[in-house]
């Protein structure tokens, strides 16, 4: 055996401390990711009286799903109050996702495609916006929208989440426009086809994935927003579901089961969506970031 055939046996039997390193680091982070997820299913399955109970118990004795059933019944005061709620939010991050992708695409392409005086300065300026902490512009919208009539009404919140899910949805979608061939526009304006139509019927199909990721975005967004949602809204009716489910906090107790049981159905439709369109949204940000 030569010695470089020994070398190589020998660097083949060595153990890669760096790789397994790396891999004990990411099992840490997933579990100190999943583990407030698991704890909170496990104490929504439990009752008042056990989820109180110290030391805590990892499994419930007596596993129940009367909290889900108290909160998904339509005919009990608190089944109702909760899928108002979550009807309200499903209606304004509806809305806001449809009206941010139809703003933020037609914006990205202009930017991505046209130049004109102060583009790169205008560009950046959009992104000025999420450069500050929501409770900035908490006060200055609160009286904006006083003025303008919206307070308790679920167009505040429309209009306030798209302020700042508009610039990061423009700057996705320019990041997958300027990979998109501008000669395939070319072709197609050669063959006869308008600048609109060579948008609606070229770059629209191939940009599908960035929109799918920027709807992803901005639903989730909207969806998740508490700050606003509970300085805007005081009537109950116009609750969405992060300010909503404060009614299983009170002055003297806090039922912790009903209010973890509200928390998770409140994160399904975010899950599923995001389960359901992640290679989309995959491929959005890994074409949108790499220059071609």
Do not use: C
Request: hydrophobic share 55%; charged share 10%; proline share 6%.
């Amino acid at each position: 055996m030569t010695a470089t055939t020994e070398n190589a046996v020998r660097r083949g039997n060595q153990i890669d401390w760096w790789r397994w390193s790396g891999r004990l680091f990411l099992m840490l982070l997933l579990g100190f990711t999943v583990m407030p997820m698991v704890w909170m299913i496990i104490t929504s399955l439990k009752t008042g009286f056990a989820a109180m109970q110290y030391p805590p118990q990892w499994w419930p004795a007596e596993p129940t799903l009367a909290n889900y059933t108290r909160l998904l019944d339509p005919s009990g005061r608190i089944g109702q109050d909760f899928l108002h709620y979550f009807w309200n939010s499903l209606w304004v991050s509806t809305i806001t996702t449809i009206l941010a992708v139809v703003v933020a695409v037609p914006a990205a392409y202009a930017f991505s495609r046209f130049r004109f005086p102060g583009r790169n300065f205008l560009f950046f300026a959009v992104l000025l916006r999420n450069m500050f902490p929501a409770v900035v512009f908490l006060v200055p919208l609160f009286i904006l929208m006083k003025a303008l009539g919206l307070v308790n009404t679920h167009g505040s919140l429309i209009l306030t989440y798209l302020t700042f899910g508009l610039p990061l949805a423009i700057w996705l979608l320019k990041g997958f426009y300027d990979n998109i061939p501008i000669q395939l526009e070319q072709a197609a304006r050669i063959d006869g086809a308008t600048r609109f139509q060579a948008f609606f019927f070229i770059v629209m199909p191939l940009s599908t994935p960035g929109i799918i990721a920027t709807s992803i975005y901005s639903f989730i967004g909207a969806w998740n927003e508490y700050i606003y949602a509970y300085t805007f809204l005081t009537k109950q009716s116009q609750m969405t579901l992060p300010v909503g489910i404060q009614r299983f906090f009170s002055e003297n107790a806090t039922d912790w089961p009903g209010l973890m049981a509200a928390t998770f159905i409140m994160s399904v439709p975010v899950v599923v969506l995001f389960l359901v369109l992640q290679k989309y949204f995959v491929r959005a940000l890994t074409e949108g970031a790499v220059k071609h």
